[in-house]
């Protein structure tokens, strides 16, 4: 039912329950329904997290790490009995779909129950949905014991191809245990990928799946966000693309990271076939929400691949404000059962950059290439429509991430002196 001005008006808004406000990703939330006028109760176990100083926030709420305490601290909230709740972060997602029949009767949610996230962000069986309705997805291989994987092996073409190895899903024990990052290197032999599969397994009581790496660079990934009513109709989308200027990692023969992800910089572009695979896959799945499906183009033959799913709101989603598709304000109003109106379509070649993490990358580089990527990024800086955690009327968020930023740099840099110091060793 559609909601008229004049209602809104005269009806207090619906609240609004974020859950985990560190991230951009929950930031840009926060914000944009905060200059909705809407009431936003920011929850986390991090008294710290960045979105807390944002002054969009009615209502501070702190819980404990474990689900059970969480959703314990959820259900005492009667006062906002019927608030829409919005999970903006893998632990919480997890939280909300594996309790869902317990929290949909005090909230209006907006992340689908476990059997549906699950089947998305699990690789294997999103793969293999995907597959079943024509989309194209990278050959991956899922042993199931110590001789399949042998057999597995056998089979990769290290010549010509790279993989990586992942958690079918993404919870628990990360794969990479250095990293803490569910993505790990294959490596460029057969001898190497076994021994990781092995040591992957003895550390997380499981066989990673092996994956075959798409071929081409980092700006033939397509990023689709989009946001699905409860019918499973898209209602909202945008696509963006990863902008080389970032100096990327090149790890055992490809580009890091593996996923699209809109790392730290990105842009604006349309991609009608990505649309149309993303929404026509998300429907499949019976799935509503906020999500962002990531393909890249295969270079051999054209052919545009599912990378993954992300069922929640990424990082850049503060840039659908500067595409006029603001997406946590479509979520909003789509639960609430308010009309959306967006523009017939966007401008592309719009970025977004997460400044600090930006800086952090490129200073790790020489003097001459860290100057030369600060000049092009100052050459850009007119395309870019929206940055991490800053908001014109909401200030505070950003200049924290700013002041942390600066404050790491300072320490890691005395510490390196300090290092070079005591390497010299004493003079004459």
């Not at 944009?32 to 809407?38: D, E, K």
Request: glycine share 6%; proline share 5%; hydrophobic share 40%.
């Amino acid at each position: 039912m559609n909601t008229s001005n004049d209602r809104r008006a005269t009806v207090a808004p619906t609240p609004a329950i974020v859950l985990g406000v560190e991230h951009p990703r929950a930031v840009a939330v926060v914000q944009s329904l905060g200059r909705m006028g809407v009431p936003v109760v920011g929850v986390d176990h991090d008294r710290t997290a960045r979105g807390m100083y944002s002054r969009y926030l009615k209502e501070k709420i702190f819980v404990r790490g474990s689900h059970e305490d969480a959703v314990a601290t959820l259900e005492s909230l009667t006062r906002y009995q019927g608030a829409v709740v919005i999970a903006t972060n893998d632990h919480y997602l997890t939280l909300v779909a594996q309790n869902f029949a317990r929290l949909s009767r005090c909230f209006t949610l907006t992340t689908a129950p476990w059997e549906v996230v699950s089947t998305l962000m699990d690789k294997k069986r999103c793969y293999t949905l995907a597959r079943s309705i024509g989309l194209h997805v990278p050959r991956f291989f899922v042993p199931a014991s110590i001789e399949e994987l042998d057999q597995v092996i056998t089979e990769l073409d290290f010549k010509n191809h790279a993989y990586v190895l992942t958690k079918s899903l993404p919870t628990g024990e990360p794969t990479d245990g250095s990293t803490q990052r569910f993505t790990q290197v294959a490596g460029l032999d057969a001898q190497t990928a076994r021994a990781r599969c092995i040591e992957i397994m003895r550390r997380t009581s499981a066989l990673p799946m092996i994956a075959e790496v798409v071929p081409g660079q980092s700006d033939t990934c397509i990023g689709v966000s989009l946001i699905l009513d409860q019918h499973h109709d898209t209602v909202a989308w945008y696509c963006v693309k990863r902008l080389q200027l970032r100096p990327y990692k090149k790890d055992e023969g490809f580009i890091h990271p593996y996923e699209l992800g809109a790392n730290v910089y990105c842009e604006s572009t349309h991609d009608d076939e990505a649309v149309e695979g993303a929404s026509r896959l998300l429907r499949a799945a019976s799935y509503y929400g906020p999500a962002t499906v990531e393909f890249r183009r295969d270079v051999t033959d054209g052919r545009l691949k599912l990378i993954k799913i992300d069922p929640r709101f990424v990082r850049a989603t503060s840039l659908s404000v500067a595409l006029q598709v603001d997406l946590p304000a479509v979520l909003y109003r789509v639960f609430t059962g308010e009309s959306v109106s967006l523009p017939k379509s966007y401008p592309d070649g719009i970025a977004w950059i997460w400044l600090t993490w930006y800086l952090d990358t490129v200073r790790q580089k020489s003097v001459g290439r860290t100057a030369r990527r600060l000049g092009a990024l100052l050459q850009e800086a007119g395309r870019i429509g929206a940055v991490a955690y800053l908001s014109k009327s909401d200030q505070l968020p950003f200049l924290v991430d700013v002041s942390r930023w600066a404050k790491a740099s300072v320490k890691r840099d005395l510490s390196h002196i300090a290092k070079r110091l005591r390497l010299a060793g004493p003079q004459g």
